[in-house]
């Protein structure tokens, strides 16, 4: 009986013991206990609340990991600089950028203000309303590279957070909080245990991997602490490094939404759904949002050509047109990360992918699940023919863009396909050429090609020869 009781009495001392033992009670304590700590180390709860504005001037260089005119590195480095402008009451995100890259040259700005969103490009000096602006997806990458706008938005949603433990940043002792912004996958908080700075972040995204913000060299301004300095790594190599030349607290930032009345108003863009469209006989360009692929019937199979996003949907769409010829090739374009996102699918299909021989590596990396590819290389040209068609796929580069450029053309048709050098923009206004358009043009007429049609990896759209001249006469506004 005493036995009994004693019992009880330890159940009842461990219930007590186990409420204020819980895991989940801890860590929302030990949670609230930082954010407090950081909320003061970033000015107070009231004054990050009457944080409404923002506007940052960077410059930035960017590593094109994946995205250079080689295969590998050492990666190409590109320079910019913009603005990015933030005001929380009237949900306005403004961003702006100029610079080179990629046989790139850009100077845009992105305004997002309800039914007042535009892109403009100042180097055609043209404005296109946004039909579908949405300020939180648009403004989640300002939002993460800027630590009081991090810690703001963790106060706002620290019903999400928790602690995750500490962990050693560069020496020093950091209490790692997770929160979810309204838009993306959680995101670490990495808070120096005395200062409480927010020195570090990280996200993981799917098929992605490990992204990671680096923030330095801080200064006060208006009560707050923002980072001079910036860096994102990837996968643990360096991506991106910036450094903020000028940040300005709760400004009027009204002005930066209007649209210049120098610049031509365009018609908005449309949702882009998934479509085919026949370009000619046993000729399809199948896509959607911004990337295609083009199919090719041949007597008794049919040839893939492009390898950007979403290559298993376009082959569901294909057998809608073409329901049984088996793909037998899968032309990739260029090594570029995103233009090789189809290895695995062409792989799955049985094709054998074709690829510039300089390009083999990447390709072979790209190559995930269980079968094994079929790769055939091009050093110069390689011809595919039969009784009715021949095709052609040639390496026209170097380019601007990439050092070697495979582009399929069918010279009965004058159909020629290429990815990134010409894209002719959906509401059909062609913009000045940059230099990659420029160095397609050239190597086009080097290997004097006869053609009607352009087609791209990245619009529906097909465009001219006059086109092109179009693009190339057209003068930079600024
Ligand atoms: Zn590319």
Known sequence: MKKFALGITAAVLLTGGVSAQNITEQNVARTQEIIAGVLEAYGGAERLASLNSIVIEHQTTATAVGQSRAPGPPWDRNNNQGQDAIQFDDSIFVTGTSGTGGGFEFDNTTIINAEQSYQLNHRAGTATP???????????????????????????????????????????SHAVISFVMQTGPAISLYFDQESYRLNKSERVLPGFGLIEYRFYDYDNIAGIPFNQRFELLVNGDTNLERRNTSTQVNSDITALTQVPESLSRLAAIDPDPLTTQKLGEGVYLIGGSGTYAMFIEMDDYVIAVGGAAGIPQRISELRKVIATKPIRYGVMTH??????????????EGATVIASNAHASVVRAAATGDVELKLETVETRRVLEDADRRVEIID??????????????????????EADHFTMPRNGVVPPAVSSTRSFAGALARHQLEIKTLVSAHSPLTGTPQDLQTALDKPVVR
């Open 130 to 172: 946004i039909s579908q602006a949405d300020f939180n997806t648009a403004s989640g990458p300002f939002i993460r590279v800027t630590p009081a706008l991090l810690v703001r938005q963790l106060n706002l949603r620290a019903n999400t957070a928790r602690y995750l433990g500490d962990a050693e940043v560069d020496g020093r």
């Open 396 to 417: 026209i580069g170097p380019t601007a863009h990439t050092e070697h450029l495979l582009v399929t053309y069918l010279p009965a048709e004058g159909l020629l396909f």
């Open 335 to 348: 090594h570029h990360s995103d233009h090789v996102l189809g290895v695995p699918a062409y792989a799955a």
